[in-house]
Nanobody
């Protein structure tokens, strides 16, 4: 069973930065998309950004220009660099790996990001 483990979350002031990491518990093959989602209290989970195996990236409008997603396939890791953080970015952030075979769909346990002064 594959586990995805997120790290790098925490409390930051508005305008600050955080870098999230998500690493798989074992080497993985056939992973197409790696992504980050978030869920704020009382809201549905939403896509933040994802990146595919060809290097393409996709960002939600609310993070464009502020967040950057990247991946290291050799390390089975995906990153999310978050800059100019706002209070509305406060949420639990989840990583997700999706294989070329759609049955390969893995989620991390989530990590809290709180933006507050």
């Amino acid at each position: 069973q594959v586990q995805l483990v997120e790290s790098g979350g925490g409390l930051v002031q508005p305008g600050g930065s955080l870098r999230l990491s998500c690493v798989a518990s074992r080497s993985m093959f056939g992973i197409n998309v790696m992504g980050w989602y978030r869920q704020a209290p009382g809201k549905e989970r939403e896509l933040v950004a994802d990146t595919n195996s060809r290097g393409g990236t996709n960002y939600a409008d609310f993070v464009k220009g502020r967040f950057t997603i990247s991946r290291d396939n050799a390390k089975n890791t995906v990153y999310l660099e978050m800059n100019s953080l706002k209070p509305e970015d406060t949420a639990v952030y989840y990583c997700r790996f999706v294989g070329y075979d759609s049955r390969a769909d893995y989620w991390g346990q989530g990590i809290q990001v709180t933006v507050s002064s």
